[in-house]
Nanobody
């Protein structure tokens, strides 16, 4: 059973930085991409960034230049470095994994809360 576990959320002041990590386990075949989304109550989950097995990264326009996604040192891990955070970015942040034979993100973590205080 594939599991994705996020860590690193918390409280930060406006303009501050946070580093989120995600570790995936239980795969028979490696994930072909991992990414990050966020969600606030009453809104759809929002794509932030992802990275594939060739280390090609994509970013939402809203976070370009402030967020950086990278593969972690351990296998099947991904890190999201966030900077210049804004209060409106308070949300639950989710790690996502795309299975080896999938074209969509089909594995999700439980989410980690990020709160940006004004």
């Amino acid at each position: 059973q594939v599991q994705l576990v996020e860590s690193g959320g918390g409280l930060v002041q406006t303009g501050g930085s946070l580093r989120l990590s995600c570790a995936a386990s239980g795969m028979i075949l490696p994930l072909n991409a991992m990414g990050w989304y966020r969600q606030t109550p009453g809104k759809q989950r929002e794509f932030l960034a992802d990275i594939n097995n060739e280390n090609s990264a994509n970013y939402a326009d809203s976070v370009k230049g402030r967020f950086f996604i990278s593969r972690g040192n351990a296998k099947n891990t991904v890190v999201l470095q966030m900077s210049s955070l804004k209060p409106e970015e308070t949300a639950v942040y989710f790690c996502a994994g795309r299975g080896a034979r999938s074209t969509v993100y089909n594995y999700w973590g439980q989410g980690t809360q990020v709160t940006v205080s004004s």
